[in-house]
């Protein structure tokens, strides 16, 4: 998406009502910094108050991601065009956290083994070592957490019998088996337990 027409596009809307950056932020509970930031091309508006702003402004979501007012004969194309950008920007964003949390599980290995080798090969007191040691699982333990957190947010799982996606909860995913990105889990569609693949496409209302 053109993030700076999206901002020109509020820009001139907001003008049209007569409204101030203030005003605008006023009604949407937010800073003006945040408004001043749409209309610089900086960020979009958060998905939570983009239905309000769009009624602030009199325009569809559709035209608010287009960055232009649409014809209702183009409005099923654009909506369509859309839905696809929203869909590939999600699949890029699911697949950097998933890098992410290689490098964070690359780290926190890392980080324990280093504080347990300068615990064993050090000359030092038996509670530094102890202390030490300590540091290293907790901050691994910790490092675990998130990891699985960020593997249960980014993308999907699909079933094996059925072909179908869901988003399992952050304790389905940390309690179920699992090989490398593979999860034993129920699916929520056919009620079957199966080994469920990480895919970045939602098949969830596939027939």
């Known amino acids: 998406m053109d993030q700076i027409k999206i901002g020109k596009f509020i820009q001139n809307k907001r003008k049209e009502k007569n409204l101030t950056q203030q ?57 369509e065009l859309n839905l696809l950008k929203m869909t590939k920007q999600k699949e890029e964003a699911d697949k950097r956290l998933l890098k992410l949390e290689v490098l964070i599980g690359v780290m926190s290995v890392a980080f324990l083994i280093i504080l347990v080798l300068i615990a064993a090969l050090l000359d030092m007191k038996t509670w ?19 990891c699985i957190r960020i593997e249960q947010k980014a993308g999907y799982y699909e079933c094996k019998e059925c072909h ?19 999860r034993k889990m129920r699916c929520p569609h056919c009620g079957k337990k199966s ?7 939602d098949k969830s209302n596939n027939e």
């Open 23 to 79: 005003d605008l932020a006023e009604k949407l509970l937010i800073t003006d910094r945040a408004v001043s930031k749409w209309e610089c091309g900086k960020s979009l508006p958060d998905a939570s108050i983009m239905l309000e702003l769009c009624e602030i402004l009199e325009i569809s979501v559709n035209e608010l991601l287009t960055g232009e007012e649409i014809d209702m004969n183009e409005y099923n194309k654009n909506a």
């Open 164 to 182: 179908k996606t869901f988003t399992p909860t952050y304790w389905q995913v940390n309690l179920a088996q699992h090989m490398g990105r593979k």
């Open 128 to 146: 530094v070592r102890i202390t030490l040691i300590g540091i290293g699982f907790v901050s691994f333990i910790a490092l675990a957490f998130i």
């Open 195 to 201: 080994w469920c693949i990480k895919v970045f496409s």
